[in-house]
T-cell receptor, first 110, second 116 residues
């Protein structure tokens, strides 16, 4: 069974610091990876997608993918209190399967 | 703007009644849509894959006769919770993968169902 594992947290960082969120996946056939942010009581919002090994940057967010280690991460620079949310890692494979991790709760302390 | 809409955003119903939730893809046609359920402080659980023009595919443990899915058009999928019970109270979210089922999904705003 394809799985994505995340540390459920909670992860707390001070405002302005870098928050590092990590995720590992079980299926080497997975081709695409995504980070979603979910505020309490709201539906998930796509933050980043990454398909190739290496880093992908978008504003304060950087996604990193290492297929050899089956590892995906999300770095949030200059963390803000508004970044406090649950972050979901997800993967998709060529067999049209899409699967989520259980999420990491992040709190940015002012 | 919103890519996916859901209606209603919240609903309260009595035990034993049925509730229909609509999911609309606003910007593109979708042959596939997904339905998720999320209980408080838990992650998303995929319930079923809605396929336009054919039967939905249900995940293990999800009762297809209780959760009726109809993908009526390329922009509309509906989930009907039949004979609802309090344990069906949850946050129901649909998603649309504009580039294909294994690529990024865009989520609707969700429907909070409370069964009394």
């Amino acid at each position: 069974q394809k799985e994505v594992e995340q540390n459920s947290g909670p992860l707390s960082v001070p405002e302005g610091a870098i928050a590092s969120l990590n995720c590992t996946y079980s299926d080497r056939g997975s081709q695409s990876f995504f980070w979603y942010r979910q505020y309490s009581g709201k539906s998930p919002e796509l933050i980043m997608s990454i398909y190739s090994n290496g880093d992908k940057e978008d504003g304060r967010f950087t996604a990193q993918l290492n297929k050899a280690s089956q590892y995906v991460s999300l770095l949030i620079r200059d963390s803000q209190p508004s970044d406090s949310a649950t972050y979901l890692c997800a993967g998709g494979d060529t067999g049209n399967q899409f699967y989520f991790g259980t999420g990491t709760s992040l709190t940015v302390i002012p | 703007g919103a890519v996916v809409s859901q209606h209603p955003s919240w609903v309260i119903c009595k035990s034993g009644t049925s509730v229909k939730i609509e999911c609309r893809s606003l910007d593109f046609q979708a042959t596939t849509m997904f339905w998720y359920r999320q209980f408080p402080k838990q992650s998303l659980m995929l319930m079923a894959t809605s396929n336009e023009g054919s039967k939905a595919t249900y995940e293990q443990g999800v009762e297809k006769d209780k959760f009726l899915i109809n993908h009526a058009s390329l922009t509309l999928s509906t989930l009907t919770v039949t004979s609802a019970h309090p344990e069906d109270s949850s946050f129901y979210i649909c998603s649309v993968p504009p580039s294909g089922p294994s690529y990024e999904q865009y989520f609707g705003p969700g429907t909070r169902l409370t069964v009394t």
